[in-house]
């Protein structure tokens, strides 16, 4: 059976002041027990996760359950409404214990708005998982060239079936109380990739200070097929829907 992962977004975040909508993605991969790790780098001004650069992770049991979660995040204030799912290359296995790594990485990483921020974080760890980037035959989109997460994630392509809109919130969300809470790696070694690595051949840089002043037109996302009237009466599922 395939491995999947998640792209998952908000077009309207972060809402700043004199800029265009840039975006915000989150990301989620599949365990071999079908359970799910799920995350994001909120940034640093969201009073929630671990405090430093709005990470936080959670291990939840189903598919349906990551898209519960990131759909009732609204209440946490972190809205998310659509998502993207991705299937590993066939003949490409997974590598759930790197992206873990690569996440526990992230998580001690500053957080910087027109650099390390959302979508660089979602890339490399996704890029761990699958060694590469291999999705749906293809290889995702570097965000070095696609770097506003809303142009990136228009940029991930997939079949219209896989894009999909969140399910509707619900507020019985575990809240986030503690550090310890919103973190799922806790016994995890950190390991950065090394794309990350100015010393390795594979290096891919980050250059925050050129995409400060980079041009930032408003990117209009495009939206799932079926709409959000049709996909709210078609109801919800028990069984996960992959």
């Given at each position: ?31 071999p027990n079908n ?54 290359t066939h003949n ?128 209009s996302v495009d ?20």
């Open positions: 059976m395939s491995a999947h992962a998640i792209i998952v977004l908000c077009p309207t975040r972060p809402d700043l002041l004199g800029q265009p909508l840039l975006g915000h993605v989150a990301w989620g991969f599949q365990l359970e799910w790790i799920i995350g994001a780098v909120e940034g640093d001004g969201w009073p929630r996760g671990n405090r430093f650069n709005g990470f936080w992770s959670r291990k939840v049991p189903s598919f349906n359950a990551a898209l519960q979660h990131f759909a009732n995040m609204k209440y946490e204030d972190a809205e998310y409404n659509q998502f993207k799912l991705l299937t590993v490409v296995f997974p590598d759930p214990d790197a992206a873990m790594s690569v996440m526990k990485w992230v998580s001690g990483q500053k957080y910087e708005l027109f650099g390390r921020n959302c979508m660089n974080s979602a890339y490399d760890i996704l890029r761990a998982f699958s060694r590469g980037g291999n999705f749906n035959s293809r290889t995702m989109p570097s965000p070095d060239t696609n770097w506003i997460p809303n142009g990136w994630y228009n940029a991930i392509a997939v079949s219209n079936a896989d894009h999909r809109w969140l399910p509707a919130s619900r507020q019985t969300i575990h809240h986030f109380d503690t550090e310890t809470e919103v973190d799922a790696l806790a016994d995890v070694a950190e390991h950065q990739p090394d794309w990350r690595d100015p010393s390795s051949d594979n290096y891919l840089p980050i250059d925050a200070e050129a995409t400060e002043k980079a041009e930032k037109p408003e990117i939206l799932p097929s079926l709409s959000l009237e049709e996909f709210e009466k078609q109801g919800t599922t028990e069984s996960d829907p992959i």
